[in-house]
């Protein structure tokens, strides 16, 4: 196994005194395919605003590449530049499609990238659009243009908080196949947050099951959804689990 | 009825034969209103996105003078500043430089800018806080600075900020007990249109000040208008 990207450990995120999320240790590696899966509520989107240095840890501490950072250590620009999120909503500036895709590369000083971004563009099938206002897109393209927007940036991790809700196949298998070649070609690590078990077991290395703040088991694919260590990961794979 | 129509032709009459004395009031106007424009947007719109976007102690008292400031009487505002750069007042008596004296288009330009800035940062402010939080997030997430975010928040409050501006001018152009106050309505000197309308009526002409009147809305006007060009070619792109 390679190394890993990330090692959280005795991780903790309290909200106004409670507690949503206690991850005692939790290792992501280099170029896996990581789906956090569970009920809602569980601490998956938290634990991903952590990794994407977005809030800091209530205690704990999570090292990310050869840096450790913990509460009231914030991540520098620099290493905050090799992570970076596609949400459920799409999230797009009241700008063209276009402008929506170069604004990463513009934020980090880059402006001469016309071609990147047509190539990015006609990868996720969106040349036709690219002048388009972003506000005006259906509900799969703008999350095309998000990807497109995250993918332009060639992170070193890109964490997806359930990518394909409520989108047609189109768009989600569109969106998965970009995903994994952004994996496969570039040796992307991902993180996917998905309800969606099939999902999960299309595109993942590894699953983890998050349950009311904990990690139940993390385990490869196969095994994760064949021969499950933990009762409870049984249960949630069955479809037993009421959510 | 008669004096409205009178009004509207004596108008036409005045910025067909380019008035001189007419002129003069105009950019007058225009020229105290711009600057005291300027002046409230360089500092309301920052001071606005700083309330929107950041929380720290003291914001909420910050945001209740500000809001007690949108609703500031001009006239109250002139016999402020007029108390504080008269001799005796506190800026007054320092006799700085820098300092305007009273019945000076400088005067009424800090006047005016006392009076818009409220409106500039107050709805800048609301504007910012209109902006969607997961929005400002996922700009974090694609690797902005603080800075970065905040302009994009800007940008993104656009059409927000530009009302806030437009009310700025709105309030100032407009308004006669400040200028009154501070300026002294001199002619060649401090007369604008709002003051001249005053003395005009005052005097019995009622064609001139109909007229002055016209005047000044078709300003307001051909401003707003003027900024709502701007913004749609500079973002509906």
Redesign the interface.
């Known amino acids: 196994m390679s190394e890993p990207v990330y090692r959280l450990q005795e991780v903790t995120k309290d909200y106004d005194g409670r507690r949503v999320l206690q991850v005692d240790h939790l290792d992501i590696f280099q170029g896996e395919i990581l789906a956090l899966v569970g009920p809602s509520g569980a601490g998956k989107s938290t634990l991903l605003?952590m990794l994407?240095f977005?809030e800091p840890p209530t205690s704990g501490q999570i090292r990310f590449l050869d840096s450790e950072f913990g509460p009231g250590r914030p991540a520098p620009?620099p290493l905050?530049?090799k992570?970076?999120?596609v949400?459920q909503?799409p999230?797009l500036?009241?700008?063209?499609v276009w402008?929506n895709v170069i604004?990463?590369l513009r934020?980090?000083g880059h402006s001469n990238s016309a071609h990147l971004v047509q190539a990015t563009l006609e990868q996720m099938r969106l040349e036709d659009l690219s002048r388009q206002r972003a506000r005006t897109l259906s509900g799969g393209e703008a999350q095309r243009v998000a990807l497109a927007?995250?993918m332009i940036?060639r992170p070193e991790v890109l964490l997806l908080d359930e990518p394909t809700a409520n989108l047609d196949p189109y768009n989600v298998g569109l969106i998965e196949e970009n995903v994994k070649r952004l994996n496969r070609e570039l040796g992307a690590t991902l993180v996917l947050v998905t309800h969606n078990v099939f999902q999960a077991r299309r595109m993942a290395h590894r699953v983890a099951l998050l349950l009311e703040g904990r990690l139940v088991e993390v385990n490869q694919v196969d095994a994760f959804f064949q021969s499950p260590r933990d009762p409870r990961t049984a249960a949630f794979v069955r479809g037993e689990m009421v959510y | 009825m008669n004096e409205i129509l009178r009004g509207v032709a004596e108008a036409v009459r005045l910025i067909a034969t380019g008035d001189p004395a007419l002129r003069e009031i105009v950019l007058l106007s225009l020229r105290v209103s711009g600057t005291a424009l300027l002046l409230s947007t360089v500092t309301g719109v920052p001071l606005g996105a700083l309330l929107g976007l950041s929380r720290f102690s003291g914001r909420r008292l910050v945001t209740a003078v500000l809001y007690t400031g949108m609703g500031f009487p001009p006239v109250v505002v002139g016999l402020s500043v007029y108390l504080m750069l008269s001799r005796s007042g506190p800026l007054g008596q320092l006799d700085w430089p820098l300092v305007p004296t009273l019945f000076a288009p400088a005067a009424m330009v800090i006047a005016q800018s006392i009076i818009s800035f409220p409106l500039v940062a107050g709805f800048t402010m609301a504007a910012v806080m209109g902006v969607d939080p997961q929005l400002r997030r996922q700009i974090e997430s694609l690797g902005a600075t603080r800075v970065q975010n905040a302009l994009t928040v800007l940008s993104e409050a656009r059409v927000g900020v530009l009302v806030s501006i437009i009310a700025g001018f709105g309030s100032i152009i407009s308004e006669v007990g400040a200028v009154m106050m501070v300026g002294g309505n001199i002619e060649h000197r401090t007369r604008v249109l709002t003051t001249a309308i005053v003395l005009e009526t005052r005097k019995g002409n009622f064609d001139l000040a109909m007229a002055m009147g016209a005047i000044l809305l078709s300003l307001a006007f051909l401003t707003n208008l003027a900024v709502l060009l701007f913004q749609g070619r500079m973002f509906d792109r």
């Open positions: 605003r994407n977005l620009l905050r530049r992570v970076t999120t949400f909503r999230m500036l009241n700008r063209s402008a604004y990463g934020l980090r927007r995250a940036l």
